[in-house]
């Protein structure tokens, strides 16, 4: 893998993985404390500053692997619904990493 690549998809798994984090913490602070309360209140800017620091890291990551519509989309949902960014990194990661050995057992 190219060295722009790699660089790419580090960015875009360390920002995913605190993301998922931010958000787990941020769900976990609603269902102990309620909606209503400070502790959400308090913490819900700090996960939507980091999702968009998220989602900075996806037009690189589109354009460097050219991904479909539906795959970006996932992308962008794993930001906002709970626990599914650790799913959709661990798939991202393993796609160009599976494209890379299937290249270089036909070459």
């Known amino acids: 893998m190219e060295p722009l690549a790699a660089a790419v998809l580090k960015r875009y798994q360390v920002m995913a993985l605190v993301v998922g984090v931010a958000l787990a913490i941020l769900t976990l602070l609603i269902l102990i404390f309620g909606f209503g309360a400070t502790a959400p209140k308090t913490f819900s800017p700090f996960h939507g500053v980091l999702y968009v620091a998220y989602l900075l890291t996806l037009p690189g990551l589109v354009k460097q692997f050219d991904l479909s519509k539906g795959k970006i989309a996932l992308l962008i949902l794993s930001g906002i619904i709970p626990f599914l960014a650790f799913y959709v990194e661990k798939v ?13 057992s036909e070459g």
């Open 92 to 104: 991202t990661m393993a796609e160009p990493h599976e494209k890379r050995a299937n290249s270089g």
